[in-house]
């Protein structure tokens, strides 16, 4: 088929009163194809661009039900349609996921970088329920990360009392080989009775008292009503549930634990969003007390 513009010259050549034979000759189209146009009394129509295919192609509907169930993030979907077998790149995932769920802006807020070894944050937060023997129980996960590297660490727990709460604290000072000088922690009756002003001063929850003075660490309180100075731990506990958790299948809590650690493992060795370097790396420089 000929576009627009050679229509025109086969006509502009033939009313020029040029033989059928020659304008073949100086177009290089066929006789055949030169009196098919001549005799033809409108233009050939643009042809339609076939629709160029995407490795999307086949997990759209996928990705579209999948955020319809959950609000899962788009490094979660990439993951779960490389399952799959998609082989394209993170980008065309992060911005259909952008396209078919708008995101909503926040306020921005100023956080403070910690120097290596300083500060951890802590935090216990609900997150749904698990069956276990036939019975619904309330699931707790408690996550730690350092504030230098943002090295991770987290694990699900049916309780929320005190001394689960120290155990928690003694498998993450083993995960991380150690710990820092001071740690940041929520109002939380496990941690505080109650808060002063100065929150070395606040009266602590005695089995937790004891704990931190034989570690030596220096627990800190947030300012009531100031959930953005855990920033660091807030983002991990919402990561924790939407990267993980949510749209979960765990056959038992033991297999939900075991999950995490593996996703542990992905996370701390991928790039930071914040401070753009990989937090296993950057682990290196945090030098813990022991």
């Known amino acids: 088929m000929i576009d627009v513009e050679e229509f025109l010259t086969l006509r502009d050549l033939f009313n020029k009163d040029l033989s059928i034979s020659e304008i073949a000759r100086q177009t290089g189209h066929s006789r055949v194809t030169v009196r098919k146009y001549l005799n033809s009394q409108v233009p050939p129509l643009p042809q339609k661009r076939s629709k160029k295919q995407s490795k999307l ?40 996921v952008r396209k078919v769920r708008p995101n909503t802006g926040v ?10 070894g300083i500060q951890a944050q802590v935090d216990w937060a609900e997150c749904g329920f698990i069956e276990i023997d036939g019975e619904k129980r309330k699931l707790y996960c408690f996550t730690m990360v350092l504030g230098y590297s943002r090295m991770r660490y987290a694990e699900f727990t049916l309780r929320i009392d005190v001394f689960t709460l120290i155990q928690c604290h003694i498998n993450a000072f083993g995960y991380f080989g150690g710990y820092p000088q001071e740690l940041l922690y929520d109002n939380i009756t496990q941690i505080v009775k109650k808060r002063a002003p100065k929150s070395s001063d606040s009266t602590w929850n005695s089995h937790f008292q004891d704990f931190f003075e034989h570690y030596g660490f220096i627990p800190r309180l947030c300012r009531p009503y100031r959930p953005q100075t855990k920033g660091k731990i807030e983002r991990t506990v919402g990561f924790v549930k939407k990267d993980f958790f949510m ?9 939900l ?3 995490l650690q593996k996703w542990l493992s992905r996370v701390n060795s991928i790039s930071n969003g914040t401070t753009h370097e990989i937090p296993i790396e950057r682990f290196k420089q945090e030098n813990l007390q022991q």
Do not use: C, M, W
């Open 57 to 96: 192609d086949g997990h759209r509907e996928y990705i579209i039900g999948r955020l319809k169930e959950n609000p899962l993030s788009a490094s979660r979907i990439y993951r779960e349609i490389q399952d799959r077998g998609f082989t394209g790149k993170y980008t065309i995932v992060k911005d259909f």
């Open 247 to 255: 749209g979960g299948r765990f056959i038992s809590f033991t297999d």
């Open 257 to 259: 634990n075991t999950q």
């Open 107 to 116: 306020s921005a807020i100023y956080r403070y970088e910690t120097k290596p």
